[in-house]
T-cell receptor, first 113, second 115 residues
Framework: GEDVEQSLFLSVREGDSSVINCTYT??????LYWYKQEPGAGLQLLTY?????DMKQDQRLTVLLNKKDKHLSLRIADTQTGDSAIYFC?????????????FGTGTQLKVEL | DSGVTQTPKHLITATGQRVTLRCSPR?????VYWYQQSLDQGLQFLIQ???????AKGNILERFSAQQFPDLHSELNLSSLELGDSALYFC??????????????FGPGTRLTVL
């Protein structure tokens, strides 16, 4: 079955880089997503990567994937106070005739001045 | 703004009652997904509809049901509500039936409080 794990908290100083880690268990090819949830808001799609890729960069965001270890990370360069939020990684899996996202517990990122 | 709308934003009701949550997908999207976010269970997939038909089912209780209408909006019906049903309910939509590449875009959620 699918299981996605994340550390719960991360605190960084403004201007530093943040690295949020995630591990997943599904051994089949899959897409892996990062979503951001600000207080009282919905889930905002940040980026995604296919499991046969090693890296994807999108402006301040870099996703690294170690397929052998099933380890995914999201690096945010030059972290700003507006980046404070909960970050979820999610694994896309086919189920029945459709698909679903299996989410990790979420990592709360706190950016301090 | 993802383009997915959900109403109402907040809902407060009593145990034993029934409520209906509504979702309108992004323009052009044919699939609608429902997720529940609670403190103890995290984000859990409930159910997916594609073009009016149920496509995939997750950890959805028998007291809960959903449907997708010809105009593609969807409703999630929760009945015989219990305190533990208090949660944030998200709707998401995607273009297709749900292959691995079918990215899901989420609405702002409906916060349900059962007293």
């Amino acid at each position: 079955g699918e299981d996605v794990e994340q550390s719960l908290f991360l605190s960084v100083r403004e201007g530093d880089s943040s690295v949020i880690n995630c591990t997943y268990t599904d051994s089949s090819s899959t897409y892996l997503y990062w979503y951001k949830q600000e207080p009282g808001a919905g889930l905002q799609l940040l980026t995604y990567i296919f499991s046969n890729m090693d890296m994807k960069q999108d402006q301040r965001l870099t996703v690294l994937l170690n397929k052998k270890d099933k380890h995914l990370s999201l690096r945010i360069a030059d972290t700003q106070t507006g980046d404070s939020a909960i970050y979820f990684c999610a694994e896309s899996t086919v189920t029945g005739g459709g698909n679903k996202l299996t989410f990790g517990t979420g990592t709360q990122l706190k950016v301090e001045l | 703004d993802s383009g997915v709308t959900q109403t109402p934003k907040h809902l407060i009701t009593a145990t034993g009652q029934r409520v209906t949550l509504r979702c309108s997908p992004r323009s052009g999207d044919l699939s609608v997904y429902w997720y529940q976010q609670s403190l103890d269970q995290g984000l859990q997939f409930l159910i997916q509809y594609y073009n009016g038909e149920e496509r995939a089912k997750g950890n959805i209780l028998e007291r809960f049901s959903a449907q997708q209408f010809p105009d593609l909006h969807s409703e999630l019906n929760l009945s015989s509500l219990e305190l533990g049903d208090s949660a944030l309910y998200f709707c998401a939509s995607s273009v297709a039936a749900g292959g691995l590449t079918d990215t899901q875009y989420f609405g702002p959620g409906t916060r349900l409080t059962v007293l």
